[in-house]
Nanobody, 123 residues
Framework: QVQLVESGGGLVQAGGSLRLSCAAS????????MGWFRQAPGKEREFVAA????????YYADSVKARFTISRDNAKNTVYLQMNSLKPEDTAVYYC????????????????WGQGTQVTVSS
């Protein structure tokens, strides 16, 4: 079993930045692909970004490309999501996810999920 704990959410003005962190435990972190998803009120949860465990390949939703950066620190068992140039439409609960797979990370159902952290971007 994998436990995921997100942190770093909060309230920020449009154009600002936040960095989310997700600490993982329960399994060798370097063998986990890690991802971020988000769910806005009244909307379905959507993919934001992912980083594979094998070669560190990264994937992004079109809506966040060039603004968000996913990274991982295997020594700290932590994945990060650096969010820049935030927009009000980025407001959502952000969830960290983990999976042992390295393929179809954008579309597949992920194995493990955190509880989420709220990000609110004011206009």
């Amino acid at each position: 079993q994998v436990q995921l704990v997100e942190s770093g959410g909060g309230l920020v003005q449009a154009g600002g930045s936040l960095r989310l962190s997700c600490a993982a435990s329960g399994r060798t972190f370097s063998s986990l692909s890690m991802g971020w998803f988000r769910q806005a009120p009244g909307k379905e949860r959507e993919f934001v970004a992912a980083i594979s465990w094998s070669y560190g390949n990264t994937y992004y939703a079109d809506s966040v490309k060039a603004r968000f950066t996913i990274s991982r620190d295997n020594a700290k068992n932590t994945v990060y999501l650096q969010m820049n140039s935030l927009k009000p439409e980025d407001t959502a609960v952000y969830y960290c996810a983990a999976d042992t797979s390295t393929v179809r990370l954008v579309t597949k159902p992920w194995d493990y999920w955190g509880q989420g952290t709220q990000v609110t971007v004011s206009s």
